[in-house]
């Protein structure tokens, strides 16, 4: 039995319910766009007030699979969007006859109805309330790991498999997790809302925060034989993207985005022909997409502009110190530790730390790098934290303390997950005389 | 939606303060619910007494048996209640950070199963 072929990526949610028939391409090309660009928009749209997340992206998952099964037919129409909505609509109504439910769901159909009698045949858009929905997966009331999982399924239909397999947890692990987080927004009552002023920069913080996180995930794992973990890092930056178009003049959205840009720009030079490992300070520059780092630009300097500046802006600063040797050729180290000592004094974080010496070692010498590593080892829990070791050894193997590097070089090699990376530091390892 | 605001406190802390202490804190307890009925938040605030005078049940086989104490001797412990209507989650949120008892001890936020 060979399954129908589609164009919708394999993670995304809809296709679960791909009709056994044969498909229109127009048409299912159509749906997958609208999949990609709505998906969160009507789970935003349909929860908002009833906060029943599962409940809509069943009704929603339904309506994808009539769309699949009309739309060849009788054609796509004009408002995709709209069309969906309104079938998911449908859904929610027999699902809420068939439970009896009570006010509060069909006080969110009379709403649902009076805005889709506007938008559901004309061009008006039905309103964008993924942001609200963002901030609801983001809440303070949900577990901290679960954040950036449920904003992956709820505002981009990932499932819960892929979006395990790039957590590094079992499929039905991350299902319950998300299971537990969706109805805990719903009985609890978890708002859909925008904070208030006073609580925006702390609320949007922690909203931020689960996006680097998806980023991150996606970003290590872009090299694993699963193919599933590797768009991930794409996916965060679609979140930056919608963050940024829906909160105006926000300097650490715009910080993130930039900063989750410059290191996709770096992606295609992350490995050599031969797949193997190279460090930024080696990568060919021609191999960065440009594209991406001048629109990280953009989006920093227009960040900068509005005079707030925040880890995430001075992150990708740092990056973009290092993106800058594609017009000069040389990085310019010390700037870079300014930046980090700036990073340091706002987040106090060991990692930052460590990066910050590594930074002083290359603008003013090893000696002064290893001297600020063995302050930051002295104070903080990095013993299994693999960059510590690797700047420690590639510091002491300079000042020609060699038999201290290969031991650093052993613990780095024992915690690095990659096998490229590992490979690399083997090599470095075996260089050492 | 109604909610439950429970107040968790170090009863050593509340019946070892001062007469001004426990002046100051009932008045400003007072000022809480007033401010709670004025909104029409407040469906029923009480206060209880010590676990000293807790007395917990259970039915084994069905026999009854009857403990003195309460069900679990922790340090902070149940030592009031707020029954309360608010539009969500983040409404009932703000007024237990109101809840005097939220500055020296916990206040467990938690949804009515609506019948």
Known sequence: ?433 | MQYLLMIHNDEKTILGASPQETGARLAAYGAYIKAMSDAGVNKGAQRLHPVSTATTVRVKNGKTQVLNGPYAEIKEQLGGYLLIDAPDLESAISWASLCPGAKDGAIEVRPIWEM
């Open chain 1, 1 to 433: 039995m060979t399954q129908p072929k589609t164009q919708q990526r394999a993670s995304r949610r809809p296709p679960v319910a791909y009709p056994s028939t044969r498909v229109d391409a127009d048409a299912s090309a159509v749906a997958a766009r609208v999949a990609r660009e709505s998906y969160g928009k009507l789970v935003a749209y349909l929860a908002a007030t009833s906060r029943d997340v599962p409940g809509a992206e069943d009704a929603l998952a339904d309506a994808f699979a009539s769309a699949l099964a009309v739309w060849p037919s009788q054609g796509v129409p004009l408002n995709p969007e709209g069309w969906l909505a309104k079938a998911a609509r449908r859904r929610l109504i027999d699902a809420a006859r068939r439970r009896r439910t009570a006010d509060r769901a069909s006080e969110a159909l009379e709403l649902i109805d009076a805005e889709l009698k506007e938008a559901a045949d004309g061009d008006a858009a039905i309103p964008d309330r993924r942001l609200a929905l963002m901030f609801a997966c983001a809440h303070p009331a949900i577990e901290e790991s679960v954040r950036a999982p449920l904003m992956l399924q709820t505002i981009l239909g990932l499932d819960a498999a892929a979006i395990a397999s790039a957590f590094l947890v079992s499929p039905a692990t991350m299902g319950q997790r998300l299971s537990r987080a969706k109805a805990k927004i719903r009985l609890a009552g978890v708002p859909f809302k925008i904070p208030e002023r006073e609580d925006l920069p702390e609320r949007l913080g922690v909203a931020l925060e689960a996006i680097y996180a998806a980023f991150s995930h996606g970003w290590s794992e872009a090299f694993s034989d699963d193919p599933r973990g590797r768009n991930l890092a794409e996916e965060a930056i679609w979140l930056g993207r919608v963050v940024v178009s829906l909160i105006a003049n926000e300097p650490e959205a715009m910080g993130l985005l930039a900063l989750m840009l410059y290191a996709h720009s770096r992606r295609a030079a992350r490995r050599d022909a031969q797949g193997r490992y190279v460090p930024l300070s080696e990568q060919a520059i021609e191999r960065w997409d440009r594209a991406a780092i001048e629109e990280a630009e953009g989006l920093l300097r227009a960040a900068g502009a509005l005079g707030a500046p925040g880890r995430f802006q001075l992150e990708a600063a740092v990056q973009s110190a290092h993106a800058a040797r594609r017009l000069t050729g040389t990085t310019d180290w010390e700037a870079i530790a300014v930046l980090y000592d700036a990073l340091f004094a706002l987040t106090a974080s060991p990692v930052v730390a460590v990066n910050r010496a590594a930074a002083i070692a290359q603008a003013r010498g090893a000696a002064a790098g290893l001297e600020l590593l063995d302050e930051v080892g002295a104070n903080s829990a990095l013993a299994g934290f693999e960059p510590y070791w690797v700047a420690r050894a590639d510091l002491l193997a300079k000042l020609g303390e060699v038999v201290a590097a290969r031991s650093a070089y052993g613990l780095a090699i024992g915690l690095q997950t990659d096998p490229a990376a590992r490979a690399f530091l083997i090599e470095r390892l075996a260089a050492l005389v």
